[in-house]
């Protein structure tokens, strides 16, 4: 089978690294309307069974001729194309996975579903970390106990060195940061799925040494469509994204910054890019198994890779959506149709991937 990147940035290039080092794919392709960051990344892969390739997706006519060429195509470019990406790759029977990041988008995809299904196509968005991982994670505790009361997922990337005043760095695009915090959060609260203002419902929480305390709050896209999925399952879900302490209330004044392109240049030239991170995640939750009480705990602590210099954002990002681009081309992954991850990701062996990866999940159960 042969595989194409679109986008040669931060995850782009990350996901063909896997691709490279653990796929069986004949020819793997990565694709940027940008010759610099191209060239960057054919630097950073230095593999030689790799293909670098100019491409403007906005040319349609273009992209359809790639799409042709390959059995499927991995999106890491803004998700506002994701869309128009998921109707050519029916036209062309192209298998597609992206990296999500705005309900809205995932749901004109989904309704997609029939079509996908009669071109014999398998369409998965939201495959990175959250959604993505957290989405499998959550299947996975579902599957674990009889009843599910309460979900709470808590992920952030941040930086092992915080420089204030906002202990953050840029660690994806910051259009999809900024979309996180404005748009609503979509959460289950008491079987009612409802939407929720994000920065909002500040929280404490506390990880292992050198962490401690941090914060997180409500942000958008985190929870994706397992509301809609585990409405009858789950009594109550949210996501909230972790940042050290005080982020919050910073942050929250610059969005006064106006239009949305100048606050994104503010945080190009304020914020540190791509130095050492650190990705927290938590999934907690409390439900019944067996007739007994169970409290069921996923934590994750993903560090920056040294040696090869990939982000842990990336990591934990860029992976997952490799290892699900390779369980269909292995055949694990044999439905037609569009899915979410929760819906269609075998957790045991998505599990095993990631720790061939390095990312361990440590799995706690309290009865």
């Known amino acids: 089978m042969n595989i194409i990147v679109l986008g040669a940035g931060m995850m782009g290039k990350a996901i063909a690294y896997d691709l490279c080092k653990y796929s069986n794919f004949k020819n793997i392709t990565i694709t940027d309307k940008d010759r ?17 390739n100019m491409l403007n997706i906005e040319k349609i006519k273009d992209v359809r001729e790639y799409f042709k060429k390959n059995d499927i195509m991995i999106s890491a470019v803004p998700y506002i194309f994701n869309h128009t990406l998921t109707k050519i790759a029916i036209e062309t029977q192209t298998h597609l996975l992206d990296l999500g990041g705005n309900n809205d988008i995932v749901g004109k995809q989904r309704n997609l579903f029939s ?10 968005p939201d495959c990175g970390l959250a959604p993505g991982m957290t989405s499998v994670i959550t299947r996975d505790l579902v599957e674990t106990m009889d009843i599910v009361n309460n979900v709470k997922i808590r992920v952030g990337g941040l930086p092992i060195n915080p420089k204030p005043p906002l202990n953050y760095q840029i660690v994806f695009s910051p259009n999809g940061l900024i979309n996180e915090y404005i748009e609503d959060a979509i959460v289950l609260e008491n079987g009612k799925i409802i939407q929720k203002k994000s920065m909002t419902e500040l929280e404490e929480i506390i990880f292992p040494k050198p962490f401690g305390k941090l914060e997180a709050f409500l942000t958008s896209g985190g929870c994706s469509t397992l509301p809609y999925t585990y409405k009858d399952k789950i009594k109550n879900l949210d996501y909230k994204t972790i940042r050290y302490l005080g982020h919050c209330e910073k942050f929250k004044p610059l969005f006064d910054i106006k239009p949305r392109e100048k606050l994104i240049a503010y945080l190009l030239g304020n914020l540190p890019l791509n130095e050492k991170d650190v990705v927290l995640s938590r999934v907690s939750s409390q439900g019944i198994k067996d007739s007994r009480d169970i409290e069921v705990q996923y934590t994750i602590i993903d560090y920056y890779d040294n040696i090869n210099n990939i982000t842990s954002m ?5 992976y997952p959506t490799s290892i699900i681009a390779q369980m269909i081309e292995r055949e694990e992954i044999k439905d037609k149709g569009v899915f979410c991850c929760e819906e269609i990701v075998p957790c045991s062996s998505f599990f095993k991937e990631l ?12 009865k």
Do not use: C, G, S
């Not at 079509?115 to 998965?124: F, R, S």
């Not at 990336?314 to 860029?318: G, K, S």
């Not at 720790?355 to 309290?366: G, L, P, Q």
């Open 355 to 366: 720790e061939k990866r390095n990312i361990k999940i440590h799995k706690e159960i309290k």
């Open 115 to 124: 079509e996908a299904k009669q071109k014999d196509v398998t369409i998965i």
């Open 314 to 318: 990336m990591r934990t990002t860029a």
């Open 36 to 52: 610099e960051t191209l060239d960057t990344a054919k630097k950073f892969l230095d593999y030689p069974d790799i293909d670098f």
